[in-house]
């Protein structure tokens, strides 16, 4: 059994008495990023007092040691995914990894004509680049339909795709609704069909369990920073195979097996050939810290554990008669709502005032807007060192979150 509440102390954010307007800090945007460990931070200052280097650029001990712990990162990442380590690429987030593979695949192989389908709940950094990969190929993108839940099924993909479809794009837990999608039902439908799927799994992959190979995706991407990793790492899995027929998004040094002045080159193997120039050696030291500091708590557990809040929060926020909540049946530690006759925004502002961080806005989902029906929502989003206590405090503030902002405010 895990307890969960004694894990705050791992977290100086969490236990330095942080305030917020004068009030205790209580942290619901972890959609947005999460806290950082000790041992992320231990690891990261580590490095820098006692094994600052570069790697594959020395014939020297601290050099071969950070080539070390770069091939033991990415065997962690492997362990997580079940994946190989091959099959593991270091980016700087979800964002770079997606658009990786956009232009490093599929502007290489889409042609006109050919079809990307994604739905209205992906976040812009599933959505953009493949409207600028279609501007230069003449590929199109198409919306598979959601369920009026907000929901991705199999049976709506298999209505949309068609022959021209080459490429599946659509996040494995949406960032508003927190819905989780059947990716392996997604990728039998998609396969069938001779399109590849990619999984966009920055909200999934710090949450729950994944499988890269029972799944049968061919690319996933995460965000070390929303798993209480540093920022600016992030981690691209691809199936070997395809990997090897992308190019590379970056060219530079460290992933060229040579060249000349006729103007040719040759790449190493993937997944070297995808990070060119010096990577992020302090953001895979602290996303190793932070991946083994999770797969210790187990994510069985974590899932479990933000279920039961997620299910508490719906259930309270309910009773104060005040908000109207958009996914009170979806599976993630999400709860997107807005507070009765008060804008998503200042809701916030006022939320804020109680020493609440949530994110209010559009979320970068902007299409979902019309889905939605509304142009802004607050979401609250938990994760395993959220508590009871802290969901008590929103719906503390929501209760009298009408009267008291009309007073402040008007």
């Known amino acids: 059994m895990i307890d969960f509440k004694s894990l705050r102390n791992d977290f100086p954010m969490l236990r330095n008495g942080i305030k917020m307007q004068g009030?205790?800090?209580?942290?619901?945007?972890?959609?947005?990023?999460?806290?950082?460990?000790?041992c992320v931070l231990d690891a990261i200052s580590n490095y820098y007092t006692h094994e600052t280097s570069n790697s594959h650029r020395g014939d020297y001990d601290l050099c071969y040691n950070m080539d070390q712990k770069i091939a033991e990162a990415r065997n962690t990442l492997a362990k997580l995914l079940n994946a190989e380590s091959k099959e593991i690429v270091f980016t700087a987030g979800t964002t770079m990894s997606i658009n990786l593979v956009a232009f490093g695949y599929g502007a290489k192989f889409l042609k006109e004509g050919d079809e990307i389908l994604l739905t209205e709940a992906e976040h812009a950094?599933?959505?953009?680049?493949?409207?600028?990969?279609?501007?230069?190929?003449?590929?199109?993108t198409k919306f598979i339909p959601?369920?009026?839940?907000?929901?991705?099924?199999?049976e709506n993909l298999e209505k949309t795709i068609g022959p021209k479809t080459k490429i599946v794009a659509v996040a494995q837990v949406t960032n508003v609704l927190g819905y989780v999608t059947?990716?392996?039902?997604?990728?039998?439908?998609?396969?069938?069909h001779g399109a590849i799927l990619v999984v966009d799994g920055a909200q999934s992959a710090p949450h729950m369990k994944i499988d890269v190979k029972d799944l049968d995706c061919d690319f996933l991407s995460m965000s070390g920073h929303k798993m209480c990793g540093p920022t600016g790492?992030?981690?691209?899995?691809?199936?070997?195979?395809?990997?090897?027929?992308?190019?590379?998004?970056?060219?530079?040094g460290g992933m060229n097996a040579r060249f000349n002045m006729c103007?040719?080159?040759?790449?190493?193997?993937?997944?070297?050939?995808?990070?060119?120039?010096?990577?992020?050696?302090?953001?895979?030291?602290?996303?190793?810290?932070?991946?083994?500091?999770?797969?210790?708590?187990?994510?069985?557990?974590?899932?479990?554990?933000?279920?039961?809040?997620?299910?508490?929060?719906?259930?309270?926020?309910?009773?104060?008669?005040?908000?109207?909540i958009y996914n009170k049946d979806s599976e993630a530690g999400i709860v997107t709502f807005n507070i009765n006759g008060v804008f998503a925004q200042d809701?916030?502002?006022?939320?804020?005032?109680?020493?609440?961080?949530?994110?209010?806005?559009?979320?970068?989902?902007?299409?979902?807007?019309?889905?939605?029906?509304?142009?802004?929502?607050?979401?609250?989003?938990?994760?395993?060192?959220?508590?009871?206590?802290?969901?008590?405090?929103?719906?503390?503030?929501?209760?009298?979150?009408?009267?008291?902002?009309?007073?402040?405010?008007?």
């Not at 059947?182 to 069938?192: G, M, N, Q, R, S």
């Open 23 to 38: 009030k205790p800090l209580v942290w619901l945007d972890n959609a947005s990023t999460t806290f950082k460990p000790d």
């Open 125 to 140: 950094s599933n959505v953009l680049p493949w409207y600028k990969v279609c501007e230069m190929t003449g590929a199109v």
């Open 146 to 154: 959601l369920t009026k839940e907000g929901r991705l099924t199999a």
């Open 182 to 192: 059947p990716i392996k039902e997604l990728a039998a439908v998609a396969h069938k």
């Open 233 to 252: 790492i992030g981690v691209l899995y691809g199936k070997y195979d395809l990997l090897q027929k992308t190019d590379p998004f970056m060219t530079g």
């Open 263 to 324: 103007g040719k080159a040759t790449y190493l193997d993937a997944p070297v050939k995808f990070e060119g120039g010096t990577v992020n050696l302090e953001g895979i030291i602290g996303l190793d810290a932070a991946v083994k500091y999770i797969m210790n708590i187990g994510l069985e557990n974590i899932n479990a554990h933000e279920e039961e809040l997620k299910k508490y929060a719906v259930e309270q926020l309910e009773k104060t008669g005040n908000v109207t």
């Open 347 to 410: 809701g916030a502002t006022f939320l804020n005032s109680k020493g609440i961080a949530c994110r209010s806005g559009n979320h970068c989902a902007k299409i979902l807007n019309d889905f939605l029906g509304t142009p802004a929502t607050i979401r609250a989003s938990f994760y395993f060192y959220t508590t009871k206590e802290d969901i008590d405090v929103l719906v503390d503030a929501v209760k009298h979150a009408k009267e008291e902002f009309l007073d402040a405010y008007f």
